[in-house]
């Protein structure tokens, strides 16, 4: 009886159970996040890829974003971890192919950033920095068009800021929780170090950290 009950949980991604793993093959990119997986029951699951968020269609980088989620992931047998939705519907979750964490290979080769606000995986920012340091990827484009995505979005209102339904992951300590990712800034605009440390480790912007050396604005910054 407990085999036909994982077996239900696994292949009804749907069912009023919580799901931990869809297991199907990927039928569409739509972007360098969200994808289609068809289960071996013929349902279709659109899955929004967790913790990351990769540059939009119209942004630079995003065409090369959603190519490289298609060479890692298009027509393979894959796992989603996962057993929450967005507001979309979309299932949200960590996607591996071939024995490959997807989510962190996108970010490993430049083609995602890692979502600050709804990040679990710590270890991602420092693939993340590493990515940026080798300039890999979306990290060659000139500063000027390394725009967040979450950044881009509300600044075009293309799409709603949030993305998710759910309450961020990794809530922001209250010395940070007075800053906010926009708008984007530059050293001369930061009133204090706190301040120049939560936009280069919360919001990514490298650009406060010009020799690489993890010291934003060393101005200010001790």
């Known amino acids: 009886?407990?085999?036909?009950?994982?077996?239900?949980?696994?292949?009804?991604?749907?069912?009023?159970?919580?799901?931990?793993?869809?297991?199907?093959?990927?039928?569409?990119?739509?972007?360098?996040?969200?994808?289609?997986?068809?289960?071996?029951?013929?349902?279709?699951?659109?899955?929004?890829?967790?913790?990351?968020?990769?540059?939009?269609?119209?942004?630079?980088?995003?065409?090369?974003?959603?190519?490289?989620?298609?060479?890692?992931?298009?027509?393979?047998?894959?796992?989603?971890?996962?057993?929450?939705?967005?507001?979309?519907?979309?299932?949200?979750?960590?996607?591996?192919?071939?024995?490959?964490?997807?989510?962190?290979?996108?970010?490993?080769?430049?083609?995602?950033?890692?979502?600050?606000?709804?990040?679990?995986?710590?270890?991602?920012?420092?693939?993340e920095a590493e990515a940026r340091a080798e300039k890999r990827g979306l990290w060659r484009l000139p500063e000027a068009e390394r725009v967040a995505p979450w950044e881009w979005r509300q600044g075009t209102k293309v799409a709603a800021v949030q993305p998710y339904n759910s309450v961020p992951l990794l809530a922001a300590s209250s010395n940070s929780s007075q800053y906010s990712c926009s708008p984007r800034k530059t050293c001369g605009q930061m009133a204090s170090c706190a301040e120049a440390r939560f936009h280069l480790e919360q919001c990514g912007n490298g650009r406060l950290d010009r020799d690489k050396d993890g010291v934003p604005c060393e101005s200010i910054c001790p």
């Open 1 to 127: 009886m407990l085999r036909i009950f994982l077996l239900v949980a696994i292949t009804l991604p749907f069912s009023a159970f919580s799901t931990e793993l869809i297991v199907g093959r990927v039928v569409a990119v739509a972007d360098g996040d969200t994808l289609t997986v068809v289960t071996a029951d013929k349902q279709q699951v659109k899955v929004r890829l967790s913790e990351i968020d990769t540059p939009e269609r119209r942004q630079p980088y995003g065409t090369r974003a959603r190519q490289a989620l298609s060479d890692l992931a298009f027509g393979k047998q894959v796992t989603v971890e996962s057993g929450e939705k967005d507001r979309y519907g979309r299932v949200v979750g960590r996607l591996k192919a071939d024995g490959v964490d997807v989510n962190r290979e996108l970010v490993s080769q430049g083609a995602a950033w890692v979502y600050r606000q709804y990040n679990r995986d710590k270890s991602l920012l420092a693939v």
